[in-house]
């Protein structure tokens, strides 16, 4: 249980246009979901925190009309990097967080999506 | 700001002896700890969360959680070859299927054949 998933894995597209990625929880609703963002060699940046049918809170130094972020249903939240430039180049990865799962909190990753702009 | 401190290695362990991560945090009022694996160029694997202090078993896998000291820290007993990776700490404010974590950069293990 508890697999999110991620589409595209890898993406490579000219700079100035859209992306799109797509987080899905594929086996459990998910109350929260989380868009956190990985550069070579550093951790991961918590991006923004999305619920279902409410805006997303982004973290301070996110660009919110840069990085879209869809959460229409439970089990499924988008991200759109517009505009993309080569400094938007990471490892974007999404998670899905559960309540009372295995009678805790914890979140669960997708496996990532590797965004390159040429 | 919050901030979540890990040496970050190489840690280098034969195979077979117990590894030893540790993970500081400057944020008191953190509530949930967590432990991830990451392979190269893949996404977090989580290990084991803990939420209270002392100790959290799960098979080869201890956590240990001293929240006077702002201290977490992972043992992995007879480490195999497949543990090699980055260890990522992570810490929430509050429970973590429902906040944001917080990462340190990770220690990267070797397991020495």
């Known amino acids: 249980g508890a697999v999110v998933s991620q589409h595209p894995s890898r993406v490579i597209c000219k700079s100035g246009t859209s992306v799109k990625i797509e987080c899905r929880s594929l086996?459990?609703?998910?109350?929260?979901m989380f868009w956190y963002r990985q550069f070579p060699k550093q951790s991961l940046m918590l991006m923004a925190t999305s619920n279902e049918g409410s805006k997303a809170t982004y973290e301070q130094g996110v660009e919110k009309d840069k990085f879209l972020i869809n959460h229409a249903s439970l089990t499924l939240s988008t991200l759109t990097v517009t505009s993309a430039h080569p400094e938007d180049s990471s490892f974007y990865i999404c998670s899905a967080g559960v309540l009372g799962f295995t009678s805790t909190d914890t979140q669960y990753f997708g496996p990532g999506t590797r965004l390159t702009v040429l | 700001q919050k901030e979540v401190e890990q040496n970050s290695g190489p840690l280098s362990v034969p195979e077979g002896a117990i590894a030893s991560l540790n993970c500081t945090y400057s944020?008191?009022?953190?509530?949930?700890f967590f432990w991830y694996r990451q392979y190269s160029g893949k996404s977090p694997e989580l290990i084991m969360f803990?939420?209270?202090?002392g100790d959290k078993e799960d098979g080869r896998f201890t956590a240990q959680l001293n929240k006077a000291s702002q201290y977490v820290s992972l043992l992995i007993r007879d480490s195999q070859p497949s543990d090699s990776a980055t260890y990522l700490c992570a810490v929430a404010y509050s429970g973590g299927g429902a906040d944001g974590l917080t990462f340190g950069k990770g220690t990267h293990l070797i397991i020495q054949p």
């Open positions: 803990i939420y209270s202090n």
């Open positions: 944020d008191r009022g953190s509530q949930s």
């Open positions: 086996d459990f609703q998910a109350t929260t």
